[in-house]
C-alpha cells in the first residue's frame, strides 16, 4: 500500500489520474446511492402496465401540449406539469388509485410525484425513463 502512495507522488498526472477515476467512480454511484431519497417510487414500463390492468392505475402526461399529442399512452390524462398544483381538486377522487406521472425523460414527472404525495396521494408513482422508456419497452403510443 506504501509502494502506492509512492508511486502516485512521483508525478502529477498519476495523482490526476487516479482522482479522475474516483471522481467517475463516485458519479456512476450516485444515482445508486440517491434511489432512497426521492420522493416517490418509480415503476417500470413493465410495471406500468401491470399497475393499469390490475389495479386500475390512472395514468397522468405532464408534459407540454405538443409533445402529448405526437404521442401519449393510452388513456392518459393531459395536466401539464406547471398546472398540477392548481388542478389538484379535479385529482381528488382518484387518491384511493394508483397514479402514474409521466413526462419525456422522468424529471419533471418526479416533481409531480412530489406535488401529489405531498396532497395525500399515497400511491402516485413515476414512470422511470419517461416516454422514452416507454417506447423503448416497445409500448404502444396513442397519437391525436
Not at 54 to 72: P, S
Not at 79 to 88: H, K
Request: net charge positive; charged share 25%.
Amino acid at each position: 500500500m506504501e509502494s502506492f502512495f509512492v508511486y502516485l507522488q512521483k508525478s502529477p498526472y498519476n495523482m490526476m489520474l487516479f482522482g479522475g477515476a474516483l471522481a467517475s467512480g463516485a458519479l456512476l454511484l450516485w444515482p445508486l446511492l440517491m434511489r432512497p431519497f426521492r420522493a416517490g417510487r418509480e415503476v417500470s414500463a413493465f410495471e406500468t402496465v401491470q399497475l393499469i390492468n390490475r389495479k386500475d392505475a390512472l395514468v397522468i402526461d405532464v408534459r407540454d401540449v405538443g409533445e402529448f399529442e405526437a404521442g401519449h399512452i393510452s388513456g392518459a390524462r393531459h395536466i401539464p406539469e406547471a398546472q398540477i398544483a392548481d388542478r389538484i381538486k379535479e385529482l381528488e377522487k382518484f387518491k384511493d388509485r394508483p397514479v402514474i406521472m409521466v413526462c419525456r425523460s422522468g424529471t419533471r414527472s418526479g416533481s409531480a410525484v412530489k406535488i401529489l404525495r405531498s396532497n395525500g396521494f399515497t400511491e402516485a408513482v413515476n414512470l422511470a425513463g419517461g416516454i422514452g422508456a416507454w417506447e423503448q419497452a416497445g409500448m404502444p403510443l396513442q397519437k391525436k
